[in-house]
């Protein structure tokens, strides 16, 4: 009785896992989604490739997202053509990628990245059992199987309006469960990213990690750590930048996902001192992302960052550092430690360290220098630092009020704000300055975080 009951289930999971099962057709009367919803640039993409004879579909991200209801970030277009082939027949485009070749097709503004449909099986690994390179091509059915989550192998053709559902995708969107094609632990060896890609995608689109997909996470978190920087990178951005960083951040928690993987990371969700201001931030920063307001990875790095610095800071100083020096080596020695782990540009880190470095400028409020700093190219991004700081509590409300105001004020009220810090700075009881005498002045009243 066991023994037919194991049968049927193994048979079922066979079944659906194979590259031979006979997917779902699934036609627009119960899908509800219109060719006029996914971009025009990838149905002209499909149109083109079918017209050469070609399979070609809208696959991925868009068609999980239209299905839900949510307007797609980009989309992905799959078909039989080889990259070589798919080049030759539009002028705009470009093979990029050697290990993993795709074409990007350049539509007006949207870029499509159009794949080939992959072999079942990869062509190179790594000891671990992580793909290294895959320029093998197969069937539709056998790219389905490569694909990780059973709601990002739909298949569109924009033509028919028909969706081609190899792994029970829709249904599975349809009771929110993120589940992944095929045995999870086997899929997680191969490309570990795949990991936080649940994490990532159930936050974002309120969906349940399957359980059996959830189990293995917390054990095979260190395979991370074989993954190279700059592609742990790109999905830490991905994951800051979704607009669901707050419940991204939340669920690597629990999954156990956040711990000797990405030191940001580690830094962020352990010091339960910098909390509030990291949680200030990532909501900030959600909320930016939802009223589609630009976010940069610079501000959202060097936010994250700060109460590492001012702890080093801090640390560095009680050790006899002068104050000065010590600010600036404790944001060399926090870039060289995340350095380690994931490859933020040189962009980045510059554009994180002028923040940082404004700080303390805005302690200064006499003579010419608050004239100066606002000056500063990066004035209001260095402010807007600034105000995050104050609401969790790390500088004065006040200071923060202060520089808005003179930002916004014309020039006699500007010297008249500088009036009233000065007379309030002398009302203020003297402190001992034996200490704070051999400070430079810019570092002197800069506390620590948060
Ligand atoms: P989003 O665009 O919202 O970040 P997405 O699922 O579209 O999510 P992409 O990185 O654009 O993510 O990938 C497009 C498609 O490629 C996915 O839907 C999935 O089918 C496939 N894919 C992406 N990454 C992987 C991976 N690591 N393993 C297997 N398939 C993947
Ligand atoms: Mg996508």
Redesign the pocket.
Known sequence: MIRKLLRRVFSYRVASFSASAEPARIPVSQHGIHREQVSHGAAKVCATLQGRGFQAYV????I??LLIGHLP??H?VATDATPEEVRALFRRSRIIGRRFKIVHVINGLETI?VSTFRASQAAETDKHGRVLADNSYGSQAEDAI????TV??LYYDPITETIIDYHHGVADLQQKTLRVIGEPRARYRE?P??ML?AV??AA?LGLIIDPAARAPIRDMAILLENVPTARLFDETL?LLMSGNAVRCIGQLREEGLHHGLLPLLDIVLDQTVSERFVWLTLESTDTRVRADKPVSAGFLFAALLWPEVSRIWERRQTAGEPPYQSFFDAMDEVLAVQAQRLAITRRVAGDIKELWGLQPRFEKRAGRAPFRLIEHPRFRAGWDFLHLRAQAGGVPEELSAWWHRFAHAGHNQREELLRAVQTNNDKAPTRKRRRSRRKPAETATLKPVP
């Not at 490569?146 to 989550?149: P, T």
Request: charged share 60%.
């Open positions: 696959v991925g991200g868009a999980r997202d970030k980009d992905d990245e490569r694909r990780d989550f990002n192998a490309d990213v795949r890609r990532r995608l974002k991905k």
